[in-house]
C-alpha cells in the first residue's frame, strides 16, 4: 500500500526526473526539511529515461558553459556524492563541420570554452577521422572536440538522487498527478492531487515537457513546446575504438556513441510536428539513411537491435526556463532545455536550492528568467543538435 501523503510540506517538487530529483537532493542536503517531490508515472520515466546520456560543456554561451562545466564536475565524483556509479565513459564530444561558417562558429565557441577553462580545440579532418574512424571524411571542413564531455547512465543519476534525497529526509513519491493549485493573491496555499491536497507554500515545476500546463494552472507561461526525438541501437560494429567520442555531424544533427559492442544511435527528424507523440514510428529512418550514407557509409550494413521515442522541451532560443514567477510568489521553474536537461541536472539542482533559499547561485542565471521572450532579451543558443 502506497504511503500517504504529508498534510503538509515545504516545497513541492513537480516531475521526478533528473531536474526533479537533483533539485529534491540539493534541498534535502541543504537542510531543507520538509521535500515532496511527485511524479505521476515512475522516478525518470519521462524525458530522462530516453535521454542518450550524453554530458558537456561545449556550448556557444557562456552561462551554458558554465552549467555544463558545473555539472561535469558533478558527475565526475557521483560516485562519491550522492553515491552511484553511472557508468561515466569521459570520451568527448567530437561535432563534425562542414563548411566554413561552422568551422567560424566553433572557434567563437571554443575561445569561450577555454576562457572559463575547458580544454575543447579544434581539429582538422584527419584528426576528427582518427577519433572516429567510421565516419567519411567526404565533405568536412573541420571539427571541434572536447575531450573532457562524454556519456552516462540517466536512469542511474535519478536513482543515485532519488536515493540520497530520501536518505535525507526528502519524500518521493510516485504514482501521484498534481490536479491543482490553490493560490490566494500572490500566494501558493496548497496543491492537490490525484491522491489528496497538500499545504504549501512552494511549488517548483520540473515537469519538462508537460511544463506548460502546470504553469498553467497559476497562470504562468512556460513556454515549453514537445518535439519527439528518437534512437536506434545497433547490433555490434567491429573495430569501434574503445574511446570512441560522442560524434555529432552538425548539419544533419546525426550522432552516435558506444553502447556496448554497438552503437546508440540518434538524430532530429526535420518533418516531425510538435506534440506529445511518445510511439516508435520509421517515418525518420530514410533521413537518418541518408545522413549515415553521407557521414558513417559504414553503418548502413549494421542492423538494429532496438530503440525508443522520447520528447525534447523545447524553448524558441534553445535555452532553458530557470527562475521565479513573477506573477507568483515561490512558483519556482527548471524546465525547458531543448535536449540539454540531463546535462545540467547537477548543476540546475544547485542553482534552485540557492534560489529558494534566497542565496546567490554560483552562477547568474537572470538570462534563463521566462520574462526574456515579454521583453525581447533572448538569445539563442548555437551548439544543439
Known amino acids: 500500500m502506497a504511503a500517504p501523503l504529508p498534510e503538509a510540506a515545504d516545497v513541492v517538487i513537480v516531475g521526478g526526473g533528473v531536474m526533479g530529483t537533483s533539485i529534491a537532493f540539493h534541498l534535502a542536503e541543504a537542510g ?53 556509479e553511472i557508468d561515466l565513459h569521459r570520451v568527448g564530444y567530437l561535432f563534425l563541420l562542414d563548411s566554413a561558417d561552422q568551422v567560424e562558429a566553433f572557434h567563437e565557441s571554443t575561445r569561450l570554452q577555454n576562457a572559463a577553462g575547458q580544454p575543447t580545440r579544434m581539429l582538422d579532418v584527419a584528426e576528427a577521422v582518427a577519433l572516429a574512424p567510421i565516419i567519411s571524411p567526404d ?25 540520497a534525497a530520501r536518505r535525507l529526509g526528502a519524500q ?14 500572490n500566494q501558493i496555499r496548497a496543491v492537490r492531487t490525484s491522491r489528496g491536497p497538500v499545504r504549501t507554500s512552494t511549488v517548483i ?26 534512437i536506434v541501437v545497433t547490433e555490434p560494429v567491429a573495430g569501434l575504438p574503445s ?72 524553448t524558441p532560443d534553445h535555452n532553458a526556463l530557470i527562475g ?34 534566497d542565496r546567490e547561485p554560483f552562477v547568474d542565471i537572470t538570462p534563463l528568467h521566462a520574462r526574456r521572450f515579454t521583453t525581447n532579451s533572448h538569445r539563442i543558443e548555437q551548439n544543439v543538435v
Open 32 to 84: 531543507v526539511e520538509r521535500v515532496l517531490l511527485l511524479e505521476r508515472d515512475e522516478l525518470g520515466a519521462g524525458s530522462t529515461s530516453k535521454a542518450a546520456g550524453g554530458v558537456r560543456a561545449n556550448f556557444s554561451d557562456e552561462l551554458n558553459i558554465a552549467l555544463g562545466a558545473r555539472s561535469l564536475e558533478a558527475f565526475a565524483r557521483f560516485g562519491v556524492r550522492p553515491g552511484q
Open 139 to 163: 565533405g568536412l571542413a573541420g571539427a571541434c572536440f572536447s575531450p573532457s564531455d562524454g556519456h552516462c547512465t540517466p536512469e542511474s543519476v535519478v536513482l543515485g538522487y532519488a536515493t
Open 172 to 185: 518521493l513519491v510516485t504514482g501521484c498527478e498534481l490536479t491543482e493549485i490553490d493560490v490566494e493573491g
Open 205 to 230: 515545476c520540473a515537469a519538462g515537457a508537460w511544463s506548460r500546463s502546470v504553469g498553467d494552472l497559476v497562470g504562468v507561461d512556460l513556454p515549453v513546446t514537445p518535439l519527439r526525438r528518437q
Open 243 to 314: 574511446g570512441l567520442p560522442m560524434t555529432i555531424d552538425f548539419s544533419s544533427t546525426f550522432y552516435f556513441h558506444r553502447e556496448g559492442p554497438g552503437l546508440l544511435v540518434g538524430m532530429s527528424d526535420p518533418e516531425e510536428q510538435p506534440g506529445f507523440h511518445l510511439d516508435r514510428t520509421d517515418t525518420w529512418l530514410p533521413h537518418l539513411t541518408e545522413a549515415m550514407e553521407r557521414r558513417a557509409p559504414a553503418l548502413l550494413d549494421v542492423g538494429l537491435t532496438g530503440g525508443w521515442a522520447g520528447l525534447y522541451e523545447d
Open 324 to 357: 521565479e514567477a513573477d506573477e507568483l510568489s515561490r512558483f519556482l521553474y527548471a524546465t525547458g532545455f531543448s535536449g540539454h536537461g540531463f546535462l545540467q541536472g547537477p548543476a540546475v539542482g544547485e542553482v534552485v536550492r540557492d534560489l529558494y533559499l
